[in-house]
């Protein structure tokens, strides 16, 4: 309660997903007065809006729950390694019931514009609702995709089936209806072959009469290996839970999985074939970030993965035309983010599934009855974009954020993301930007990271409270320097060869115009590393008064 007289709440947070309900729940602990502002209907980020068939966990179930609540994880039993979309929005509902959050969260209300006051120390935000409310602190917890993008096609309008985008899946709570989707004796189509995509087209092609897979650029799959979990396991896993989180906190992205070579210099075409093998077989991203570490930064190393992942889906899919277009020719294996399957590339082996290549044969028109692609015309009764997000930025870009002296975030980020640590923006006092650009926890399992992310603030905040601080702001040099780490690092590796996927945004006008890393890449434990010294150097890099 410590600045409830001046202003409405001491700290406004943007977003009820994972990150925004575990950060409302550590400030209450401290005794802030808090406030979520949430755009959707319920908590749970994600989980509450992507119900599209087919969508699961490609983190270990047990890996993405919340750690601190150690009776929720005891009476919580999940039914299979990756658990499905319900599930995990059942977890995460009962998580809020126990935080008893939901009655401090506004829902189903954007803020539209945020505005930093520079002689009150304060932020105000405005809401779509009309109204507008001030806090000391703003954090914003709005998810690394949450913004959803539509592709754009001549006559996209007429087509007179349902349409539906991955994100807004109609379900009660969401407000685009309650309704299940059925696509028996439907001929459906769809649009992004991502994880998403991947999800979709796998299950919707099990019961669709006719599914058209319209693929701009294929990407490489591996299987998921989902099973169930059995009551004895899951007991094993109840009494092993503090072990498993120590385990993803060590490790280079969170998981359980983590490299077991440096590299595979050294090795013969029989050793390496047999450690892929293993890990094709294995559940989960060992496939990705459980063998060779020099796959992210030797062409070579990356090609052997490369070529093994490609002769898997030559194996897989009995037509070898359909197996080419599979087969991503523009980069290697892991740059893109891994879209985990459960018998995708078999969905093509189905007579009643085509897959439309749209560099070879683009989409001319829509029409009310189907898509007029160059060369052939496709009936359609439903159409699914699962067509991706504008990420990790997308969501503070949403929002008018005005700084010191009403400078925009637009304006600071014009050239790319500009922050220190991933957590704050110069000339944004007093804001913190939870899991979003440059920052540790964004490209990790997002649960373990972010979790962490949110002690490391809300210790911070002991300090501010134990001090009376009223502004924090991050240094500029230091944030030229993090910034310039961010990208130093990702140079270091082969993720600037591919810069088609959503870790990469354009930012820059006319011949600076340029691709940006929007994730940073050094790992969990190196993140985990710096911000600790950070921290023990009484939080060097953040301009407190
Ligand atoms: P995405 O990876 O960005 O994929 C978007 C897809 O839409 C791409 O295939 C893209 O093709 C295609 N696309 C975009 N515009 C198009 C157009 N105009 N015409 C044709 N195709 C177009 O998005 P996502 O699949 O939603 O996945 C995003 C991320 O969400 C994932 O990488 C993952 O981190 C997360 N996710 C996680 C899970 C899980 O944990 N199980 C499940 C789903 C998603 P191009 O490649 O040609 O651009």
Redesign the pocket.
């Known amino acids: 309660m410590a600045e409830a007289a001046k202003f409405d709440y001491d700290a406004i947070i943007i977003g009820a997903g994972l990150t925004g309900m575990y950060t409302m729940w550590k400030l209450r602990q401290l005794g802030l007065s808090v406030r979520i502002i949430e755009k959707n209907g319920d908590v749970g980020g994600t989980w509450n809006m ?1 119900r599209y068939p087919g ?5 270990e179930s047990y890996t993405y729950a919340y750690s601190f609540l150690p009776d929720l994880l005891q009476e919580w039993d999940w039914s299979n390694e990756f658990a499905s979309q319900p599930e995990v929005m059942e977890f995460f509902s009962r998580a809020a019931d126990k935080m008893d959050l939901r009655k401090d969260i506004t829902f189903n209300t954007r803020v539209t514009k945020a505005a930093f006051d520079n002689a009150a120390n304060s932020w105000t935000v405005e809401l779509d609702n009309a109204e507008a409310l001030s806090s000391r602190w703003l954090l914003t917890a709005v998810g690394a ?1 949450s913004n959803p993008i539509m ?1 754009s096609f001549p006559g996209m309008d007429l087509f007179r089936g349902e349409s539906y985008h ?1 994100y807004y899946w109609p379900h009660a709570r969401s407000g685009f209806g309650g309704k299940e989707v059925d696509f028996t004796g439907k001929r459906v189509g769809v ?7 991947v ?1 979709i087209i796998t299950e919707v092609g099990k019961t669709a009469e006719h599914l058209t897979v ?1 693929q ?2 294929p ?1 490489w799959c591996a299987p998921l290996c989902n099973k169930p979990i059995e009551p004895e396991r899951m007991a094993e896993i109840k009494a092993r839970y503090n072990d498993i989180f120590a385990r993803c906190e060590s490790t280079t992205s969170g998981f359980q999985h983590d490299f077991r070579f440096a590299s595979s210099e050294g090795t013969t075409a029989e050793e390496r074939e047999a450690v892929f093998e293993e890990v094709y077989n294995q559940s989960g991203f060992e496939i990705w970030v459980g063998h060779y570490a020099d796959m992210f930064t030797s062409p070579v190393s990356n090609g052997y993965i490369t070529d093994f992942i490609a002769k898997k889906i030559r194996q897989r899919v009995k037509d070898p035309k359909i197996a080419e277009k599979l087969i991503p020719k523009d980069h290697g294996f892991g740059l893109k ?1 891994v879209p ?1 399957e459960s018998g995708y590339y078999e969905t093509y082996n189905r007579p009643s599934v085509t897959l439309v290549d ?1 560099v070879e044969t683009p989409v001319e028109e829509f029409t009310p009855t189907g898509i007029r692609t160059s060369d052939a015309f496709h009936e359609l009764d439903i159409l699914i974009y ?4 504008d990420a990790i930025i997308g969501g503070l870009k949403q929002m008018d954020i005005h700084g010191i002296g009403g400078k925009t975030l637009k304006e600071s980020w014009a050239d790319g993301p500009f922050t220190y640590l991933g957590l704050q923006i110069p000339e944004f006092p007093n804001l913190f930007t939870l899991v979003g650009a440059h920052n540790g926890a964004t490209n990790c399992n997002i649960p373990r990271c972010a979790e962490a992310q949110v002690n490391w603030v809300t210790e911070m905040f002991t300090k501010i409270i134990e001090q009376g601080i009223e502004r924090v702001e991050a240094d500029e040099a230091k944030a030229e320097e993090w910034t310039q780490h961010v990208y130093d690092v990702a140079a270091q590796t082969l993720l600037p060869t591919v810069t ?3 870790f990469w945004g354009e930012f820059g006008k006319g011949p600076k115009r340029g691709h940006k890393l929007l994730v940073y890449n050094g790992g969990n434990p190196a993140y985990r590393e710096r911000v600790s010294k950070v921290k023990a150097n009484d939080y060097e890099g953040f301009v407190m008064s």
């Open positions: 992507n969508c699961k966990l490609d983190s995709l592709p991955s649009f992004g072959t991502g994880s998403t995509g999800q319209f701009r650029h990407n983010r985990m749209l699962a067509t991706g997000f088609n996927s959503w």
